[in-house]
């Protein structure tokens, strides 16, 4: 099915017309539509108009309002208010026939379109370490970036997903050298191990070999030794290499199901991925010029930034003794994506403390070419998660949290929730809710907020049924599933013949707006927009709810048409939901 053009789109294009009817230079001016109080919509691009065109204002404004066509197909009512505002109200008929329109789309899409110009986004999120337990801090990275590939393909984009995991350095020469002296450490009894038995496995060895490392001399100089074997390649050290990362995904998948969040093995290139490219990458740095020795180190120097003695601050893509570091492999990243990925857009979901790194990176990616006006790098940047306290979010011991601890947490308060509303549901249903709550008021916590601003991580508000939280929607969604399950053999119809009441037609202006939310969400990388309208909307239905009698309405029409209401809202809050990486149940 075609998509659906928006109220607010087809209101756009008539006052367009009528703007360039009653001033020909006026054509292809924005009307500045927006929604409003005082009417449904209020235009305020007369002003401007006037002023450019040194007219009166109001009296420009009856003549573009006299060149608009009213009627009940779609604008009802246009008058001028104030100092030249055009306060429009749209048709009762108009609303419900354009929201027939996306309940009829057989794809689920309710209507809305493709981004006219898609192309392919390469996306850097949920990038956890090899032999590291995923804390707190790792949170965000996945919870947005999943949201934002969700976003983005639903639009119509090409995204390649990339969890640059951290999966190579110094420690692993340790790590490996003590494996090799200790064959058996990771050896499992089960045949299928879990992913808590895994992060134990390699937090013990991990341990171990932290503890013979700082106190044996001659085990740490065989493990630097190590480092430098693995660097090179060799078949041995690299097998006892590859059973680190092994041990370690089958605790990352396990941690993202958890998360109800799909990580795909081929999207997992770590650092490792980019060993072969490295001297490359300084030898056509070097010979351009972009980068330069300095005592010994491969740098890119950049005027306007300083350190706090006022000096130029370097990136440094190789030390002086021959090693690569981050720079190097983030810049071999860039080509890899740019020129064999064929990227128009670098995405990277990365905390806020590295925006200084990036910033280095992408413009030393710009001066040499791999960057230009046809690909664009961009770091969406992340706050903190804070605790209660406001302060960076740690245990009663000062230690950072784990992530799994911390979502075992709010599934078991999640589940006393929907424990103490369930009517008829079993201790497996209740179990599955309580998952889908649980991780669910999480992420709704995250994505609820803009990325870049820091947020308190409060499980009690979090699983609250009343205020802004997933719990609401959830509940809001679940409410009415119910009422279409009481409906037995009575369906949703659309009747737009029918007048609305005032609470119907809010909320049927709000459902029509999901298609320009998701496309402002996914052009501007911003779920907490999406989220935001999906509060928006539960609340339209709450008032609708109270006010509205649905399967008590006064003729079958109105029964009808608000179960359409009722559903067209379910389906919206479904899939804005699952856009946010969210389960909606049927029943809580």
């Given amino acids: 099915m075609a998509s659906v053009t928006s109220l607010s789109d087809s209101v756009q294009q008539h006052l367009a ?3 360039s009817a009653t001033l020909p230079e006026a054509a292809g001016a924005d009307p500045l539509l927006r929604r409003s109080d005082r009417a449904d919509f209020q235009a305020n691009g007369v002003l401007a108009l006037a002023k450019k065109a040194k007219a009166n204002p109001r ?7 006299s060149q608009v066509v009213t009627g009940d197909e779609l604008i009802k009512d246009v008058e001028v208010s104030g100092p030249g505002f055009l306060n429009i109200t749209i048709a009762d008929r108009a609303i419900t026939g354009n929201l027939a329109a996306r309940y009829a789309d057989e794809t689920g899409r309710l209507g809305v379109p493709y981004a006219e110009h898609p192309g392919t986004t390469v996306i850097d999120y949920a990038q956890p370490n090899v032999a590291k337990e995923m804390h707190v801090g790792h949170l965000r990275s996945a919870v947005i970036g999943d949201s934002v590939v969700q976003l983005l393909e639903f639009t119509g984009e090409n995204v390649v997903r990339r969890h640059h995991i951290g999966d190579w350095g110094t420690q692993f020469g340790m790590l490996i050298q003590y494996l090799d002296e200790h064959p058996h450490e990771l050896d499992h009894k089960e045949a299928q191990v879990t992913g808590e038995e895994a992060m134990s496995n390699l937090d013990r060895l991990y341990k171990a070999a932290r503890k013979k490392f700082d106190s044996d001399d001659e085990f740490k100089t065989r493990a630097r030794r190590r480092v430098v074997d693995l660097q090179a390649g060799d078949p041995h050290t690299l097998a006892m290499w590859q059973k680190f990362v092994d041990e370690s995904k089958i605790y990352f998948f396990s941690v993202f199901e958890k998360l109800d969040m799909e990580i795909r093995d081929p999207d997992i290139v770590g650092e490792s991925g980019y060993n072969d490219m490295l001297a490359e ?4 740095l070097e010979e351009s010029g972009v980068a330069v020795r300095s005592e010994g180190a491969l740098c890119v120097f950049f005027e306007d930034i300083k350190g706090p003695d006022g000096n130029p601050v370097p990136l440094i893509v190789q030390k002086s003794d021959g090693g690569f570091g981050y720079a190097a492999t983030d810049l071999s990243a860039i080509r890899d994506r740019v020129f064999n990925l064929k990227a128009n857009t670098l995405l990277y979901v990365v905390d806020a403390r590295q925006a200084l790194h990036f910033r280095m990176v992408f413009e030393t990616a710009r001066r ?3 960057l230009g006006e046809d690909v664009t790098a961009v770091q969406l940047a992340f706050g903190t998660v804070l605790g209660k306290d406001g302060k960076p979010f740690k245990t009663r011991e000062g230690e950072t949290v784990r992530l799994v601890d911390l979502l075992d947490e709010a599934i078991d308060r999640a589940s006393a ?7 008829d549901l079993s201790e497996e249903e209740i179990a599955e809710r309580g998952a889908q709550v649980g991780i669910g008021a999480v992420k709704y916590a995250d994505l609820s907020t803009s990325a870049n601003r820091d947020y308190k991580f409060d499980l009690d508000q979090m699983v609250s049924l009343n205020g802004d939280t997933s719990v609401y929607l959830q509940y809001a969604y679940a409410r ?7 409906a037995g053999e009575t369906r949703p119809a659309a009747h737009p013949e029918l007048a609305l009441a005032d609470a119907e037609r809010a909320l049927g202006l709000h459902v029509d707006a999901f298609a320009q939310t998701v496309a402002e969400a996914a052009a501007e990388y911003a779920p907490h927009k999406l989220a935001a309208y999906l509060y928006q909307l539960a609340s339209f239905y709450t008032t609708f709810y109270d006010k509205c009698p649905v399967l008590k309405a006064e003729t079958p029409a109105q029964v009808e048409n608000r179960l359409f209401l009722c559903d067209i809202t379910a389906r919206t809050l479904h899939q804005g939901m699952a856009l946010l990486g969210i389960r909606t149940p049927e029943k809580l």
């Fill in 368 to 370: 040499a070419g791999w």
């Fill in 281 to 284: 990458t300084c030898r056509l």
């Fill in 480 to 486: 009415i599933r119910s009422i279409l399950r009481k």
């Fill in 17 to 19: 017309s009528a703007l």
């Fill in 417 to 423: 929730v929907v424990r103490e509303k369930a009517q």
């Fill in 59 to 65: 009296e420009l404004a009856a003549q573009v309002v």
